[in-house]
């Protein structure tokens, strides 16, 4: 009998931010595994939340779908680059979770706004560490996504020279940049209150603000900062026990990143499953004229998700002959969304907004095919699984985590992520040839579900508990 059969376990969840407030797809995905894990376990999550309505370091315990929540405020109130990824004063609020908590167990999802300092603080307890592999935050300061956007560039290795000029054109510069000129007001309430409104009725005007904040309240940044943070990378890759990785993509990307193979698995989410949508077949529908193809992008409306990949390509296709709907909220990065909507003027293209999570099958329902143009080295995207799910064959750039989910030609296609013309050329394909969708279709493949995974990730906190020579044992060679 292990452990986890003898009492239920304290888990405490990780994670850089959550929800409500914050519906991307590691968020989404921790709620849903810590959701079934609490059927048999007490489950907490950790989380930050950037917010200039409410003080630096404040800290909320609330319960979101019967998940008790403690919220850290991280306004990135940086006295340097280094408290970008070891805040003093939320490294002191995590350590006080920690003591409240009392987890037997840590699962990281995001160091992201928390700090690197977490895996050594729980170890310190006693605490074992297990983490999943979302992104690359832990070695890109700029996000994670290992996009230069401004050179649109993807790194394909970490260049800290191009790391130095990527930062402070980054969305995280722009935080702590705000973050800087409250705390160098004396007055973070008064500003904070004003930005969070004025980001709410007017977001390009907060844009312009953050821009001018970058200017006034700047963190001076070298190579060797970059080069640091790198070394407090390699350290939390000592401290934490096991990393769990989506895909086998993610997974040799970490190993060349250089974390030892013996501490990784590869396993990929698990997913509440979605009730597939009533469909039949698309055709003419009896009016002898082809029904135009209904495209579909679901996801968070940000620059390295390549939505403008998706509408310049679908610029070539005659507008009678499809229409794309994107589903998002247009307000978190509202300076792309202005861009996007110029791109689009003039084409069958409808902005659908924010949905709830209940609705997601819904959102299925309305698309024929899902496009994911991603430029930065995808993990295992959950849009992908949520397609196959509902009987949705997808078209996808081939990069990172996505090739490993999609077989082309069979459950869906792909195309290079950089070139608009060759994935005009793919929806082009399957407006002339419809029956093509449903075929595709028929070949999507099981998904696993979200009860599934929480057992596994029982097995995995109770290998992790008995010890190293345990994990060993079940690692994946890659």
Same mark, same amino acid.
């Given at each position: 009998?292990?452990? !986890?059969?003898?009492? =239920?376990?304290?888990?405490?969840?990780?994670? @850089?931010?959550?929800?409500?407030?914050?519906?991307?797809?590691?968020?989404?995905?921790?709620?849903?595994?810590?959701?079934?894990?609490?059927?048999?376990?007490?489950?907490?999550?950790?989380?930050?939340?950037? &917010?200039?309505?409410?003080?630096?370091?404040?800290?909320?315990?609330?319960?979101?779908?019967?998940?008790?929540?403690?919220?850290?405020?991280?306004?990135?109130? !940086?006295?340097?680059?280094?408290?970008?990824?070891?805040?003093?004063?939320?490294?002191?609020?995590?350590?006080?979770?920690?003591?409240?908590?009392?987890?037997?167990?840590?699962?990281?999802?995001?160091? #992201?706004?928390?700090?690197?300092?977490?895996?050594?603080?729980?170890?310190?307890?006693?605490?074992?560490?297990?983490?999943? #592999?979302?992104?690359?935050?832990?070695? !890109? %300061?700029?996000?994670?996504?290992?996009?230069?956007?401004?050179?649109? @560039?993807?790194?394909?290795?970490?260049?800290?020279?191009?790391?130095?000029? !990527?930062?402070?054109?980054?969305?995280?510069?722009?935080?702590?940049?705000?973050?800087?000129?409250?705390?160098? +007001?004396?007055?973070? *309430?008064?500003? *904070?209150?004003?930005?969070?409104?004025?980001?709410?009725?007017? %977001?390009?005007?907060?844009?312009?603000?953050?821009?001018?904040?970058?200017?006034?309240?700047?963190?001076?940044?070298?190579?060797?900062?970059? &080069?640091?943070?790198?070394?407090?990378?390699?350290?939390?890759?000592?401290?934490?026990?096991?990393?769990?990785?989506?895909? =086998?993509?993610?997974?040799?990307?970490?190993?060349?990143?250089?974390?030892?193979?013996?501490?990784?698995?590869?396993?990929?989410?698990?997913?509440?499953?979605?009730?597939?949508?009533?469909?039949?077949?698309?055709?003419?529908?009896? +009016?002898?004229?082809?029904?135009?193809?209904?495209?579909?992008?679901? *996801?968070?409306?940000?620059?390295?998700? *390549?939505?403008?990949?998706?509408?310049?390509?679908?610029?070539?296709?005659?507008?009678?002959?499809?229409?794309?709907?994107?589903?998002?909220?247009?307000?978190?990065?509202?300076?792309?969304?202005?861009?996007?909507?110029?791109?689009?003027?003039?084409?069958?293209?409808?902005?659908?907004?924010?949905?709830?999570?209940?609705? +997601?099958?819904?959102?299925?329902?309305?698309?024929?095919?899902?496009?994911?143009?991603?430029?930065?080295?995808?993990?295992?995207?959950?849009?992908?699984?949520?397609?196959?799910?509902?009987?949705?064959?997808?078209?996808?750039?081939?990069?990172?985590?996505?090739?490993?989910?999609?077989?082309?030609?069979?459950?869906?296609?792909?195309?290079?992520?950089?070139?608009?013309?060759?994935?005009?050329?793919?929806?082009?394909?399957?407006?002339?040839?419809?029956?093509?969708?449903?075929?595709?279709?028929?070949?999507?493949?099981?998904?696993?579900?979200?009860?599934? &995974?929480?057992?596994?990730?029982?097995? +995995?906190?109770?290998?992790?508990?008995?010890?190293? &020579?345990?994990?060993?044992?079940?690692?994946?060679?890659?």
């Amino acid at each position: 009998m292990t452990r !986890c059969d003898n009492r =239920p376990l304290r888990i405490l969840h990780a994670i @850089h931010d959550f929800l409500p407030r914050h519906q991307a797809g590691s968020e989404i995905y921790a709620c849903e595994l810590g959701r079934a894990l609490a059927a048999r376990h007490d489950v907490t999550v950790l989380c930050a939340d950037h &917010d200039l309505s409410r003080r630096h370091g404040h800290v909320t315990w609330r319960v979101h779908e019967g998940l008790p929540v403690i919220e850290i405020v991280n306004n990135w109130a !940086c006295a340097s680059f280094e408290d970008t990824y070891r805040p003093p004063l939320i490294r002191d609020r995590i350590a006080h979770a920690l003591r409240a908590v009392q987890p037997d167990i840590l699962h990281v999802h995001n160091l #992201l706004n928390l700090s690197f300092d977490l895996p050594a603080l729980a170890r310190s307890h006693g605490i074992p560490v297990v983490a999943t #592999l979302h992104d690359y935050t832990l070695v !890109c %300061p700029s996000g994670g996504q290992r996009i230069h956007r401004a050179e649109h @560039h993807l790194c394909d290795v970490i260049d800290t020279e191009r790391c130095a000029r !990527c930062f402070p054109q980054s969305p995280v510069y722009a935080h702590v940049s705000l973050g800087r000129l409250a705390a160098a +007001t004396h007055a973070p *309430g008064p500003i *904070g209150r004003a930005a969070a409104t004025t980001a709410r009725r007017l %977001p390009g005007l907060a844009s312009l603000l953050g821009r001018a904040a970058r200017r006034v309240a700047a963190v001076p940044l070298t190579r060797s900062d970059i &080069d640091a943070r790198l070394a407090a990378a390699r350290r939390v890759f000592d401290e934490v026990d096991l990393f769990v990785a989506p895909s =086998p993509s993610v997974a040799a990307e970490f190993q060349r990143l250089g974390l030892d193979a013996a501490k990784i698995r590869v396993s990929d989410y698990g997913f509440v499953p979605l009730v597939r949508p009533s469909q039949g077949t698309r055709g003419n529908g009896g +009016t002898g004229q082809r029904a135009a193809l209904r495209i579909g992008y679901v *996801g968070t409306l940000v620059w390295h998700k *390549g939505l403008h990949v998706l509408i310049d390509a679908v610029r070539g296709l005659s507008p009678t002959a499809y229409e794309l709907k994107i589903f998002g909220d247009p307000n978190v990065f509202p300076e792309y969304t202005a861009d996007l909507r110029r791109r689009a003027a003039g084409l069958p293209v409808r902005f659908m907004g924010a949905f709830g999570r209940d609705r +997601t099958a819904n959102v299925y329902a309305e698309i024929d095919v899902l496009v994911v143009p991603s430029l930065w080295l995808e993990n295992s995207p959950l849009v992908i699984h949520e397609a196959f799910m509902a009987g949705i064959p997808v078209v996808a750039a081939r990069i990172g985590g996505i090739a490993d989910l999609v077989e082309d030609g069979r459950t869906g296609l792909l195309y290079d992520p950089t070139s608009p013309a060759d994935l005009e050329a793919v929806l082009r394909s399957l407006i002339e040839k419809p029956a093509r969708v449903d075929e595709l279709a028929r070949h999507a493949p099981r998904v696993k579900s979200i009860v599934e &995974d929480a057992r596994e990730w029982e097995e +995995t906190y109770a290998a992790v508990l008995k010890g190293r &020579d345990a994990i060993s044992n079940r690692s994946v060679r890659l």
